[in-house]
């Protein structure tokens, strides 16, 4: 091994670099050999060309290109790759990702549920180490494909080849499959499932048979009655993250029917109310956009839209009634608002007690109110416009001069004066944000602002307030000086009572007048 | 006592004008309006205060009243004349090479020292700075001993 010649330092430090450079320059080879970890230690004194071609060699033991899964890229790395940090990184997001994917699998394993076909479409998931898509149709149960794909063995042979390849870790077998046991627990409660879901049924057929083959009204009618168990048994045991059936049909189909069944009784009204409204032809969009959201049913929107069409029917006045279009005496629009007000009322009064009464259905009411929402809103705008084209003496359009030309020369001078004067002003106000208390000058300027134009008397400043005062003798920020004063100003109390106490005066004796005294006693 | 200057006897009165003059420049004379060297403080500050308006409000505080007195504790004023200056309720100081930089203690020898000082402080104000350094020579400021807590 070459050792590092120590110098004596005669001509100081930078000879002694020099030199060292220099020594380095002559023979790099061996020095570089010294300084690397040499896998090869008697090779140093062989000449700097073989240690070249034995890296040339190593470097020549590529593997093939592989695809990594994980990583998602091709390498020549080999069996050294899934020891690369890069990879270990994909790996643990890559399972993770999957693993999400599982806690829904392994909650309906210990929960099992029945399937509702329409949702089954959407059910899938990609088994990333069998690399196969698991769907569920002809499924009964939630994720049942899913589950006896997991605990098959194949599955449980393609994962650990993946764990082999990747380099999972052997022990996360487990992780990532479901075992015998738990599949034999998830069947027996399947089959409880099923024998007392039969019972409820009505038909004489299984429930299996009659789960894949038909979808027609029977099925609905039972699964309706069996989710209303059902859904009440999970709200009752589990909380977070699970996807509730719906208790409501979502189907156009299936709401349109109970539309038409349940609705009826609110025709008479909902034709009284048309009747007002002057009937748009953009009606059918508005219906449209209703079904759309209808996918949302839930209280809140029922409330919003309750809300909303509440505070339309107050700000529309004269604009809803086909009598007080263009009418500006005020008795009429008083009457107007109070008849459209009361129609609103009555209206959801109406639909509130068919809600609370459930012949009425979440999904029936929403769309009915956009609709009343929509035309109402379109009306106010036509209204509105009209009475302008009205009112107005010319427009654009008929080529009039715009209301500022009127005005003499004189007017349009000082109304340019202005301009410049605010835009001065304007510059100045732009003060220095940096400047000192600019937050507080900011937000008083607000408080006197609002003093004054709503006349709100703030509470004036609390007898303590004190200005931010950094005092004479301080060390640190202004705050603890302030806090020194409040420490301060509550010692004061007691500092006052002590000097009440009567001070006793007594005569200064000293140790050798006491010394003095006491001798002759001795 | 100037006519021309207000003169504040409460707390309350001194924190509303603390928190409603914003950005300009305030200040606080503490003192005694028959002392001697308080009158001829007011004078120069009654005579300059036109001048200064657009930048600063002068006021003027009692310090015989009894609502005042946490304001004497709290600002330590032991001398008076003594002057505070405020911007945007914060409290400025200036270096003046006294030992006290949180007020100017004493009177002026003239209008421009006074003015020379309000501006001063509005520049730093409005530059952001708490402390300023003081644009006068220093044969014209007032000199003083200051007692350190009673000693």
């Known amino acids: 091994?070459?050792?590092?010649?120590?110098?004596?330092?005669?001509?100081?430090?930078?000879?002694?670099?020099?030199?060292?450079?220099?020594?380095?320059?002559?023979?790099?080879?061996?020095i570089k050999s010294s300084v690397k970890p040499n896998p090869n230690p008697n090779n140093e004194l062989t000449p700097p060309i073989n240690q070249k071609s034995m890296k040339k060699k190593n470097k020549k033991q590529k593997s093939e290109f592989d695809f990594c899964k994980v990583c998602n890229r091709n390498h020549d790395e080999g069996q050294r790759h899934k020891y690369f940090p890069s990879h270990t990184n994909s790996l643990s997001k890559f399972f993770s990702r999957f693993q999400n994917k599982l806690t829904e699998v392994r909650f309906f394993l210990k929960n099992p549920s029945f399937l509702r076909l329409e949702l089954a479409s959407r059910n899938r998931l990609w088994c990333i180490f069998c690399d196969c898509d698991i769907d569920e149709l002809g499924s009964s149960f939630a994720c049942q494909n899913a589950i006896n794909h997991l605990a098959s063995g194949d599955h449980l042979k393609n994962l650990k080849h993946f764990l082999w390849k990747y380099g999972g870790g052997m022990d996360r077998v487990d992780a990532f499959r479901i075992s015998q046991a738990d599949i034999a627990k998830w069947e027996t409660k399947c089959k409880s499932l099923k024998s007392e879901a039969?019972?409820?049924?009505?038909?004489?057929?299984?429930?299996?048979?009659?789960?894949?083959?038909?979808?027609?009204?029977?099925?609905?009618?039972?699964?309706?009655?069996?989710?209303?168990?059902?859904?009440?048994h999970h709200l009752n045991s589990n909380i977070s993250n699970v996807v509730m059936p719906l208790q409501q049909h979502t189907n156009e189909y299936q709401v349109s029917r109970l539309e038409h069944s349940g609705v009826a009784n609110v025709g008479s009204n909902m034709h009284v109310i048309t009747s007002t409204l002057s009937v748009d032809p953009c009606d059918g969009t508005s219906l449209w956009n209703a079904n759309n959201l209808m996918e949302s049913d839930s209280?809140?929107?029922?409330?919003v839209s309750v809300v909303f069409l509440y505070l339309l029917a107050y700000g529309n006045g004269a604009v809803n009634d086909s009598n007080c279009s263009g009418d500006v005496s005020h008795n009429k629009k008083g009457k107007c608002k109070m008849t459209c007000l009361s129609h609103c009322f009555i209206l959801m009064i109406v639909f509130w007690n068919l809600y609370m009464d459930n012949t009425l259905s979440l999904g029936s009411v929403i769309p009915i109110c956009v609709a009343i929402v929509a035309t109402a809103g379109l009306q106010n705008i036509t209204q509105i416009s009209s009475f302008l084209l009205r009112e107005a003496g010319g427009n654009v359009h008929?080529?009039?001069?715009?209301?500022?030309?009127?005005?003499?020369?004189?007017?349009?001078?000082?109304?340019?004066?202005n301009q410049v004067s605010t835009l001065n002003k304007s510059g100045k106000l732009k003060l220095n944000p940096k400047r000192v208390g600019a937050a507080w000058a900011e937000k008083r300027k607000m408080e006197m602002e609002m003093e004054k134009r709503g006349g709100i008397v703030k509470s004036d400043c609390d007898p303590?307030?004190?200005?931010?005062?950094?005092?004479?003798?301080?060390?640190?920020?202004?705050?603890?000086?302030?806090?020194?004063?409040?420490?301060?100003?509550?010692k004061q109390p007691n500092v006052h009572s002590l000097s009440e106490m009567p001070m006793e005066i007594k005569p200064y004796v000293s140790k050798r007048m006491v010394a003095q005294y006491l001798v002759p006693e001795i | 006592m100037s006519y021309l200057l207000t003169t504040l006897t409460k707390k309350k009165e001194i924190d509303t004008i603390i928190r409603d003059t914003i950005d300009k420049v305030l200040v606080l004379r503490f003192g005694r309006a028959m002392d001697a060297l308080c009158l001829q403080l007011d004078d120069i500050l009654a005579k300059s205060s036109r001048d200064v308006s657009k930048f600063a409000d002068v006021a003027l505080?009692?310090?015989?009243?009894?609502?005042?007195?946490?304001?004497?504790?709290?600002?330590?004023?032991?001398?008076?004349?003594?002057?505070?200056?405020?911007?945007?309720?914060?409290?400025?100081?200036?270096?003046?090479?006294?030992?006290?930089?949180?007020?100017w203690v004493g009177a002026f020898h003239r209008k421009q020292d006074f003015i020379d000082v309000v501006e001063a402080i509005y520049r730093g104000a409005m530059k952001g700075k708490l402390i300023v350094n003081c644009p006068l020579p220093p044969e014209r400021i007032p000199k003083y001993q200051l007692l350190y807590k009673d000693v």
Request: with cysteine; hydrophobic share 35%; aromatic share 14%.
């Open chain 1, 1 to 30: 091994m070459i050792k590092r010649c120590i110098l004596p330092r005669l001509y100081g430090v930078k000879y002694e670099t020099l030199f060292f450079r220099m020594f380095l320059k002559i023979l790099p080879g061996k």
């Open chain 1, 398 to 417: 008929s080529g009039a001069p715009p209301p500022w030309f009127e005005e003499t020369q004189g007017d349009q001078l000082n109304v340019q004066l």
């Open chain 1, 198 to 232: 039969a019972p409820c049924g009505g038909t004489s057929q299984g429930f299996p048979s009659g789960l894949s083959n038909d979808i027609h009204k029977e099925l609905d009618y039972e699964n309706l009655n069996n989710y209303e168990k059902n859904t009440l």
């Open chain 1, 464 to 490: 303590n307030w004190l200005p931010n005062f950094g005092r004479v003798w301080q060390s640190g920020s202004r705050k603890e000086s302030r806090k020194e004063f409040e420490f301060e100003k509550q």
């Open chain 2, 61 to 103: 505080v009692d310090i015989d009243s009894e609502d005042v007195q946490v304001y004497v504790k709290y600002f330590d004023i032991t001398l008076i004349p003594s002057t505070v200056f405020f911007f945007n309720a914060h409290h400025m100081k200036m270096d003046s090479g006294t030992a006290d930089h949180t007020k």
């Open chain 1, 299 to 303: 209280y809140s929107s029922l409330m």
